[in-house]
């Protein structure tokens, strides 16, 4: 450090790249050729969707008791995997919204990939509470359509009907705000990609990116936009997950009817989704080669989130065992302890084990730094988020007021076909979006290439 | 009037012109020929051009392609001449009689358009009270059972009946005529006119006519024992209803029992802690329903139960001045010793009841009875029951005969020897050597099946003529209420056709009655106006009380030949479900389905264990909600067979149970491999002795409809308190729930229980919500039924319905679940689907067991929470029993209502929680959040047969002409549950509209409330306050289920109050 400018904070973009670098690097997937592990990975994810598609058409066709609910557990893995599909699809608004305002400019390595991560997770989220109804083919009735039928209109008192809205307004937000920031990008491969030599990538990125000029107004008019998207989207961050947790709180069954319910569920949202993000980054900036970009710096900072927000989700176990104790009332007592000794105790132990002592780890900077203790912990977390889900809804539900009624679930090969099915889905969507969008925001990234005085220097 | 007014045809008239003079000229008009119109010169001018004709035919063609897309119509068709007592849409109920051989009912059948779709009970008839169990209301199935006999057979082949009239009548004659061996075998007869048929037939053939009787549920030692006390063939008439205490040694009285729907009639009565509670004593190896009502159970084995009668027939000798029996000591000294005591003290207010098959062991009974001066109180030998007549003997003998070669031509009604006979290979054997064998079956049975060389089937009872006199002096009738829908011919017609009596059957009947009316000095002047009021009331009551025949039998000579049942480690005592009966009626998938109501196991027989003996002998307690249970075999009298192990508390340490009536296999689809047949393991009893049982190392997945046990120390769902208490306080064990309310003194009505975090839940003594009341709700605590969170529905008008269930009247018999499921058409989903815990019921009947381990236990033994509650989860060795029938409880803060996203269940005006079927999407929301768990939803396509649901009997042409057409059949995907049968609201809201009155109280029954056989459930209006329900609203015993949750039902439960002294478990 011979130099006299001080080092204010550590570069958030590695290795003394130029501009031009920037936009190399991370067109370099698009414009160049899939690699075998791409095929491999993006072929079984495409059986897992196609067998989960399948096994959603079987359910359709023969009806909702192909799964494993009964008489008494009404919901399972549906909800189960609705509830952390949405949760994972926290982490993109949180991250592009709600850091954009905090001006965390760390949050651009990731940020589109994140979001991409939420369209897709919620789009696989969105698959659950439709394809969980007896009658799917009547699922528009749930929206306040005018109609024919006489005087029949939606239930606003109902949780389900908030869902309608928070999830599709969530997803179209998200949409919006994603897409918008991908126009300037899809413009630099537009004009990267020569009208003779690549004709269809031209034509495909012209029509993608809407004509983007790059001119000053345009891009002062994007700034503008992207602003007020995120000042739309932050609420969402903590409205999205509120809702989903009502469909619980505001019921009568011992375990679902908690006030703690919406902080607790944003949280562990945040939580999982971070996690989610870790799995997919440690994956994408070795396979892509960002290690300059989505540095140590970023997956130490996500880990930082991670153990947060995990020890908020902590806290609020702690609380709701506390606060079941605390109320008196049998049937609250009986339902925490039946989660902890009950038949289903290994789900429970599961669901602590991974969210409350697993991310306390990273109190240790070294295992922060991790990658590869990250990966395995990212990946951790989302099995206990999974199992946080599943205790809450089914350990619920199986023994709830009259003993009569308890009974043991067992979910079918169907419910698990359709969970792998999302998993597929999933990384089908991401893979494709990996080779065909930049997965970082060429633009954005530009910003922050010179955060310290020396790097102007040259 | 002008008289130049004129009239004409038409303006040609008027005009007068000459074409129209013309052709009135002609005669025959010419017609308007094709030519004609062609030829016409202004075709071209038509205003009709090439283009529009074309447009005019593109829009044809398009209409009506459009119109063909239409939704295929379905036509009712309206009657051409409507009959004059059938108003479509309206039902009729016609009263009639059933009897199986086991049961008797009088009852009302309902019908639809022509179509019997229901049974309930008769209340004209005196003997039964009006009370139908779940076998007697389900038979209605029967009717529309696709495994029925389509027409007459011959070896298996289709004939008709010209042949085998000519066939059998030549066979028939030709043994006549050479003094051969013509035996009738059948059930029990209670129709006069059938004996008299059997015994025209019988003068026909000569005197190698013999009718013997075989029942498969045999009372043959009650009723040797009876002829020897009394000279009387038949049973006593037991009169609950008078009875302070009841001793019963192993008999279900109130439900396997002949008579046994009417015997819980009378029951119930004596089961209201206001005017009179009796006490009743069980002693049984299995736990049976009767004795899960028992105030005192003691579990005893098989080959202990004869001492045990003995040391009671000794002990109330002692205190009455008889003389005594040696033998019986028994290790229940105690409890026996309370027993005879309280016999003594409640003389000729007693019963004292075995199910025992052994005349020496009846004897002894009838001979405590007659000590404790019962005959003519409570036992009625007066006038004594017929249902039962078949003497064990009598068949060993007929089997013998055969064997021997001795039988010419055996005709067999009513019953299935080859199924239910315990030595059926012999019969089988035997009826390979009888020339001439007729089967009058409903279908190929087992027996039919087994070498029976015509099948003259029978017709089903609802579509047959026929009489009964199930208790001397008293009569009944059935009647048809549809044609016979097969070509299927009565027995009895058969029987006369043969003896050469041309007559139809009601002729005959008619006839017969000639004579009841001419004996009965009650019956009017007129035959033709009795007969009709007879079969209009169904039942006809002579009025002629006989004598109490006097005591006569040396009853110590008896005792001394009891056959003794072999003790051993293991014992085996098989029993008669509530549900499936002798196994007749197995091919009844309701019946199949109802699950059994001490075990809640459905579509299964299997062996039940004391929960510590399947410990110790290494088989699955099937805990935490297990299903799959050991296989073992059991082995007795050199016969094996192999059923499922199942827990059952209260079973005797050292014995097992095995239900007969399952295992059949030439019922039908339904019945068919359906459990084991435990008949084959009688020895001429049902308390086998001992027996080897051992494990197979096979498991086997049990169709089980309750998978968890006991309350969890959850008191306030089911509340109990014993007699001596309530006699004391009214209240007891009915505590206010009383909820603290931080603004109780402002908000009476609107407290916020969960305001601040500071609700708290606690149970008051009762007083502490009286004190609150007198300081104006100073005190912080208010009932729960006053905290209220919601805006509630305008309930004080019209009508609100609502139910009352006295849990201490409940018995468990489950003909709630059987009338409910066929006034409502509630699905049957099979083995496989209960498996997966799908019943479709819309009422079950909660059994729950107490258990060892409590609240005040762990308190004082120091066991922590989690111990305790996994200790709670074990029922206790000899628990108590409890039954609670669940069904919608019509919340007036319905959760369900709140979360459904298209209002698809609704609350209604009159209390009513409403269920669109509709409208539900299913996405099951109001099943999770309703706290009952009433709530069933349509997992696949239960009904119209294009999912594998078979045996749902809405799923073939026949069976859903059973269907109720005034309740929708659900569709896959949609939630289902109790309407608290609307659709009878409805129709009395009609009735009284158009009458211009208001609907009274009484004429509103649920299917369930019609048949509970001991008034346990009352329907009615709450707001009418001279109603029956208003009054058990007010009753100290009545409450809430889960009261605290704050959801405000309509149905009301009264707790349960045990005859028991107060320290007693």
Redesign the interface.
Known sequence: MSSHEAWIREPLVLGDKSYHDISNDIAKPIEGKANKQWWIVFTISVIAMLWGLGCIMYTIG????TW????????AWDITNFVWWVGIGHAGTLISAVLLLFRQKWRMAINRSAEAMTIFAVVCAALF?GI?????W??Y??LPLPNQLGS????F?????WD?FAISTYFSVSLVFWYIGLIPDFATIRDRAARAAKPISHAVYSIMSFGWSGNARAWHRFEEISLVLAGLATPLVLSVHTIVSM?FA????PGWHT?IFPPYFVAGAIFSGFAMVQTLMLVMRKVVNLEEYITINHIELMNKVIMLTGSIVGVAYITELFMSWY?????E??AF??R????YWWAYWAMMTCNVISPQVFWSKKLRRNITFTFILSIVVNIGMWFERFVIIVTS????????????FYPSWVDIGIFVGTLGIFFTFFLLYARTFPVLPIAEVKSILKSTGSQYKK | MSKTKKYWTGLDQLHNTPEFQERVLSEFAPEATAEHLLESDNLNEGSTKRRDFLKFLGFSVGAATLAACETPVNKAIPYLNKPEEITPGVPNYYASTFFDGTDYASILVKTREGRPIKIVGNKKSKLTGGAVNARVNSSVLGLYDSARATGPMKAGEATDWATVDKEVGAALAKLGEAGGSIVILTETIISPSTKKAIADFAAKYGAGVKHVTYDAISASGALEANLLCFGVKALPVYDFASADVVVSFGADFLAGFPNGAANAVGYGKMRDPKSGMSRHYQFESNMSLTGSNADVRVALKPSESTAAVIALYNKVAAATGGSALGGGTSEYEATLAKAAKELVAAKGKGIVVSNSNDAGVQTVVNAINNLLGNYGTTLNMANPLYTKAGVDADMDQLVADMKGGKVGALLIHGVNPSYSYAKAADFNAGLAKVGLTVSFADRLDETAAAGVTYLAPDNHYLESWNDAEPQAGSYSLTQPTIQPLFDTRQFQESLLKWTGNDSDYFTYIKANWAGIHASSPGAGLLFNDFFNTALFNGVFESGTVGETPAFVGDFAAAAGAIKKIAAGEIELELYVKAGLGDGSQANNPWLQELPDPISRVTWDNYITMSPKQMEEMGFSRLE???FMANVAEITANGVTVKAPVYPSPGQKYGTIGLAVGYGRTAAGKCGDGIGVNAFTLANGSFSVGSVSVSGTGETYEIAQI?????????DS?LKETTLAEYKQDPKSGNPDLLLYVSSAGSSAGHGDT?GGGH???GHGDGHGHEEAAHEGHASPFLPASEVNLWDDHAIGNGHRWGMAIDLNKCIGCGACVTGCGSENNVPVVGKE?VR????MHWL?I???YSSDMNAERAEAEGIG??EK??LMEAAAETPQVAY?P?MCQHCNHA?CE??????ATTHSNEGLNMMTYN???????C???C???V???????YHNGS?DFSKNPANDDLGRMVLNPDVVVR?????EKCSFCVQGIQAAKLKAKKAGRKVDDAEVQSACAEACPTNAIVFGDLNDKASWIAAKAKDERSYH??E??G?QPNVLYMTKVRNVEVNEA
Request: glycine share 10%; charged share 20%.
């Open positions: 023969v009806g909702i008791g494993g609910l009964n008489k008494t557990v009404e919901w509470p969980h109804m007896g009658r799917i009547m699922a009735w749930v029949l209109w939606v239930n008192n109902s949780p389900l009907l309608v469909d505001t019921s009568v069954i006030t109320s008196g009332v049998e049937y007592q009986y302890l039946n902890a000794s009950g038949p539900l199986h023994r709830d007021y009259l003993p009569s009624s308890w009974i043991m | 935490r909600g297990d309750q998978s968890h046990h006991t309350l969890m120390g959850r769902i969960h609700g708290e839940v689907e997966r815990g799908r019943d079950r909660d059994r729950y929470a989690i509650f996994t609670q669940v959760p709140t979360v459904c996203p298209v209002a409208r539900c999407i299913g996405t099951r929301y099943a999770n959040n706290p009952y768990k709530r069933r939803f349509n997992w696949f396509q999912q569709d896959r995907g949609v939630m289920l889960l605290e949750v959801v």
